[in-house]
């Protein structure tokens, strides 16, 4: 089965995102990167909540039903933890591989701290730290979350502002809603092309030193 990275953009996306990259990257010095992962965590709580959620209104129902509210005595007992074990095992189990039934038991804010989290490690594992002008950025894109973040290196975001980066993020995360990923990350590079031309044009020396496209598959 495919990940969700991996539904995420057909071969044919990825072939028309890399020549987008190539054609900014003509222009600028800057690195373009566009990162796409199936998800920046696995919240494992997410799915203990799912499962207790779920669990302990049947368990107690069945158990009523079967033994009487007020149940006493060791046969009750172990009927109320063998459905809860079995309730539990079911909905632990169907929280971890159903996307929007994981995302109820997550807040916004763990969400957000965790995309801004995976979005640094990968800035630094990928190395746009270590451009030679320090022009990388990172356009990372996590799935299952939907959230797209913006990381420029120092000398970057020394010239192009938080609002400027905020755009760049609502052109992705608009297109992603209405199922035109491909299309807005395109969108996205270009605009993010066209900031980095302004500060930072084109040298006789520029080389690729970045990949123009990140999927991960797992």
Known sequence: MKSLAQQFLSDQDRKKIIQTVKEAEQKTAGEIVPMVVSHSYTYPMADVICGVVFALPISL??????????????????????????????FHQAC???????????????????VEEAATTSFFR?????????????IFISVFERRVWV???????????????????????????????????????????????VNFPIRQDDQNELKNLIVKED
């Open 96 to 114: 971890k591989n159903i996307s929007w039934l994981k995302r109820q038991f997550i807040s916004q804010r763990e969400i957000q701290e965790e």
């Open 61 to 90: 129902v069945l158990t009523h039903y079967i033994g009487g509210w007020l149940w006493i005595g060791d046969r009750n007992c172990l009927f109320f933890i063998g459905v809860f074990a079995v309730c539990f095992m079911a």
């Open 126 to 138: 990928e190395g746009l730290h270590r451009t030679r002008y320090g022009t990388g950025v990172l």
């Open 151 to 197: 990381l420029g290196d120092q000398g970057i975001n020394s010239k192009v502002s938080k609002d400027q980066w905020d755009k760049i993020i609502h052109i992705i995360t608009r297109g992603i809603k209405y199922k035109n990923q491909a299309e807005a990350i395109c969108h996205a590079v270009k605009e993010v092309g066209q900031l980095l031309q």
